[in-house]
Nanobody, 123 residues
Framework: QVQLVESGGGLVQAGDSLRLSCAASGRTYSSLVMGWFRQAPGKEREFVATISWNGGAKYDADSVKGRFIISRDNEKNTVYLQMNSLASEDTAVYYC????????????????WGQGTQVTVSS
């Protein structure tokens, strides 16, 4: 079993930066593909970024490309999402997720989920 706990969300102004963290428990963390997703009110959950078990493969959504950076530290069982140049459209609940196997952009393919952390960007 894997448990995920996100932190680092908050209220910021447009143009600011935030770094989200997701701490994972479980002995198999280093073998997991980790992903970040977000869900704005009234919208479906959408893919933000994903990173392979060893950090060698990273993918992110076009909407965050060049602004958000996903990384992981397997010694700390933690995955990060560095968010720069935040805009009002980035306002959402951000979720950390984990799966075994290959990277995926689809929420339904992830087995483990955190509780989410709210990010609000004021313009």
């Amino acid at each position: 079993q894997v448990q995920l706990v996100e932190s680092g969300g908050g209220l910021v102004q447009a143009g600011d930066s935030l770094r989200l963290s997701c701490a994972a428990s479980g002995r198999t963390y280093s073998s997991l593909v980790m992903g970040w997703f977000r869900q704005a009110p009234g919208k479906e959950r959408e893919f933000v970024a994903t990173i392979s078990w060893n950090g060698g493969a990273k993918y992110d959504a076009d909407s965050v490309k060049g602004r958000f950076i996903i990384s992981r530290d397997n010694e700390k069982n933690t995955v990060y999402l560095q968010m720069n140049s935040l805009a009002s459209e980035d306002t959402a609940v951000y979720y950390c997720a984990a799966r075994y196997g290959t990277s995926s952009r689809y929420p339904s393919t992830y087995r483990y989920w955190g509780q989410g952390t709210q990010v609000t960007v004021s313009s």
